[in-house]
């Protein structure tokens, strides 16, 4: 399931439920949640 954090724009992230976890952001800049509540997090290089 997909959804945004705001549904009257297109320019805040997605946030994806999949399985147990929850992604929110894009790709270069997503943190992964899950049930396990540990956060990873995946940025691009400054």
């Known amino acids: 399931m997909k959804m945004s954090l ?4 297109t320019n805040c992230p997605e946030v994806e439920v999949v399985g147990d976890e929850v992604r929110i952001g894009e790709a270069g800049n997503l943190a992964v949640l899950k049930t396990s509540r540990r956060l990873r997090a995946e940025r691009a290089p400054c």
């Open 6 to 9: 705001c549904p009257m724009c």
